[in-house]
């Protein structure tokens, strides 16, 4: 087959001319369209390349994806288990530790020391995940730690208090059923002996002479013998620093260092000391200082015999002693 012959038109001279194809001419033709070709495909690589991801590329945006999801399911988790700390918290500071009457534990107690501020899980990279995990999850064990201490601070006040409720002063000190006993309370009496207004420190009981006098919360006998003014005087030391005070008494029944427990006779009701007739005089002590003694007989009393006993010791005529 004949090679075709290749014109082209010649604007000056308004003819056909014969193209002639020389090696040089055919060389610089393939170049061209060689670089044209290999330009165009580097353009259209990296025109593909940023707009679809490699397989690789494909595979680690999908790790990602999966960690990202993981975390926020873990940060849900921790930021759930925030939650049951905070209740569990605050009951044990504004319940338990009231009723046990201790201090709360301070919030900066109860989280780890740096609380670092972090962007949204979305925005976060790998190495930054993990120390908001970490520091999230060391916050959360720290808070689980203190709360467990506290637990334990609160079993150990419980088997005190079980303790203290057997030691506080908490009956009569004589058998006095239809409180007719009662004879002049806590305050300001009329004196019998000097027939003046004095304070009263405690709340007198009138009885036979030889009537049971009982320790009224377990303790140790601190005193038992004469004391100036109140004749034969048992002193009882509760712990918890209460102190019960007995007065008046015809006969000792314990002696000093001796353990006694609620409800033990300690003595016998007399007229010892400066006493006008038979009755116990009784008082109670708080950390040294004088308490009305009608506030602590709470396993003896009903509400309504309580009323009745504010009622009769606020009686101001005289006082036995």
Known sequence: ??????????????????????????VKYVALHLFTGLGLGVIAFFVISSVLPSPLEKSLRKENAELKNN?????????????????????DNNLYRVIFQTDPIDRSL?????????????????????????DKANDVAKQIYVQSKSY????????KQEEKLQCLPAIQPVMNKDLSRVASGYGYRND??????????????T??????????????????GWRQGYGNCVIINHGFDYET??????????????????????GLVGST?????????????????????????????????????????????????
């Open 152 to 159: 334990d601070e609160l079993f150990l006040l419980s088997k």
């Open 273 to 321: 000391g400066k006493s006008t007739g038979p009755h116990l005089h009784y008082e109670v002590h708080f950390r040294g200082q004088i308490q009305d003694p009608r506030n602590f007989y709470f396993l003896d009393l009903t509400p309504e015999e309580y009323d009745r006993m504010i009622s009769l010791s606020e009686n101001s005529g005289q006082v036995f002693d």
């Open 71 to 91: 975390y926020a399911i873990l940060d849900r988790r921790i930021s759930g288990m925030n939650g049951i700390m905070a209740d569990l918290q605050q009951r």
């Open 192 to 205: 019998p002996v000097y027939h003046t207004t004095r304070f009263h420190a405690g709340m007198d009981f």
């Open 1 to 26: 087959m004949a090679k075709k012959t290749k014109f082209h038109f010649n604007q000056e001279t308004l003819s056909f001319e014969k193209i002639e194809m020389t090696f040089v001419k055919v």
């Open 110 to 134: 109860r989280h780890s020391n740096v609380i670092k501020e972090y962007d949204k899980i979305d925005n976060m990279s790998n190495s930054r995940l993990i120390d908001y995990a970490i």
């Open 245 to 266: 005070l007995y007065g008046h008494l015809s006969t000792i029944s314990v002696r000093e260092g001796q353990k006694v427990t609620r409800g033990e006779i300690i």
């Open 207 to 224: 009885a036979p002479t030889g009537t049971d006098i009982y320790a009224t919360g377990n303790g140790k006998i601190d005193f038992a």
